[in-house]
């Protein structure tokens, strides 16, 4: 079922949902199943999976020189959507990103997921890779989410890129994409990136999921500057909670966003992680219990392999 016509079904019920990493490379997919395992009873009726490119590394050679290799260290992504159908019988969300892709490899694994029965995605541009300054796109790729969405909503239109297929098989993807409270940090300001975002709806979304913040204002006001530009979808948020002191520095660095004084000042002065994994987790019930109360149509959890933390606060709020 799509990810839209589940919140149609909920009738305002605000839902919950997660979003899952694949593994490491080497690990095993039980570590996905012993963290779902442990958020079905929460009944999400979606699970996101995360996708992530090849990063560069640098090896040390024999003769002393360093050799930059790519690699994937998260693979995965497609496999987990399948297993986790099969063995929840909960929609899966894969995530999709232009880089590293041809448009040609993305026709193809969009086509494996229509056949796999997964007909939601969540289209993303992805960012540069590690040791990179900028996003650089595959030569044959998008540069854009923007243009990711236009190829999806091509293909549920039965537009393929050969163009001797006709009468192609019209897909059927709902299609999510990100959006930016605090806007995206490329952006040169909010209402630029707030543009693009409706050029996303326009082209064929049906949803957004957003960054994640911590100052529910700043969801709320995103949420009002979206509706009187004209984006009438669906928007989710998303939600992660502060677990340890170092991402007071780490999650703004990483994810470009603020976290309000009084979080701050709370954690700065609790006495261990724990405590501050406690202040994070009271934060983020706070916060989804207003987010609820408001009506939002699902509250979508980034659980980041930290499966009680999000237990916790699921707990709380349903
Ligand atoms: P875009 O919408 O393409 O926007 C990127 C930038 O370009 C923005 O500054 C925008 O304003 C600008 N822009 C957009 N369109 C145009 C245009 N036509 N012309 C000029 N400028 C334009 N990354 C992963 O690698 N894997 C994941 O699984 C993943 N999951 C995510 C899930 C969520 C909910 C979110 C919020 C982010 C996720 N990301 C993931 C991170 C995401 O890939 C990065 O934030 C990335 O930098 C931007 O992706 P986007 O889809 O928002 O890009």
Redo the contacts with the bound molecule.
């Keep these: 079922m799509k990810v839209t016509d589940h919140f149609a079904k909920a009738k305002g019920k605000t839902l919950v949902s997660f979003e899952v990493l694949p593994p490491l490379k080497g690990g095993s997919m039980q570590a996905i199943f012993n963290t779902l395992d442990a958020l079905m009873e929460f009944k999400p009726p979606f699970i996101d999976v995360?996708?992530?490119?090849e990063e560069f590394i640098y090896k040390v050679r024999p003769s002393g020189y360093y050799e930059k290799a790519a690699i994937r260290k998260r693979p995965g992504t497609v496999g987990i959507c399948a297993a986790i159908m099969h063995r929840f019988k909960v929609d899966a969300v894969p995530?999709l990103?232009c880089?590293g892709f041809s448009r040609d490899e993305t026709e193809n694994a969009l086509i494996d997921l229509n056949f796999l029965g997964i007909n939601n995605v969540?289209a993303?541009?992805?960012?540069a890779r590690q040791f990179e300054e900028r996003?650089t796109p595959h030569e044959d790729g998008h540069k854009?989410?923007?243009d990711l969405v236009r190829q999806i909503a091509g293909m549920n239109q039965g537009h393929y890129l050969d163009p001797d297929i006709v009468n192609g098989e019209k897909t059927d993807f709902c299609i999510g994409?990100?959006g930016y409270p605090e806007k995206?940090f490329?952006?040169p300001n909010f209402d630029?990136?707030l543009a693009?975002t409706k050029?996303?709806v326009d082209a064929g979304a049906h949803y957004i999921?957003?960054?994640m913040f911590f100052d529910n204002a700043r969801f709320f006001e995103y949420v009002d500057a979206c509706r009187n530009a004209g984006i009438n979808v669906p928007i989710v948020p998303?939600l992660k909670p502060l677990t340890r002191r170092y991402q007071l520095n780490a999650i703004p660095r990483k994810f470009f966003v603020n976290m309000p004084k009084d979080l701050v000042d709370a954690a700065m002065k609790a006495g261990d992680d724990e405590a501050v994994r406690q202040i994070g987790i009271e934060w983020c019930i706070q916060q989804s219990l207003e987010l609820k109360k408001s009506g939002v149509p699902c509250l979508h959890y980034y659980t980041m392999g930290d499966t009680d933390t999000i237990r916790r606060i699921t707990k709380a709020v349903v």
């Excluded at 995360?50 to 490119?53: D, G, L, N, P, Q």
């Excluded at 993303?124 to 960012?127: P, V």
């Design positions: 995360t996708y992530h490119r995530h990103i880089g969540l993303l541009r992805g960012d996003f854009y989410a923007l994409v990100a995206h490329e952006s630029t990136d693009y050029m996303k999921v957003t960054q998303g």
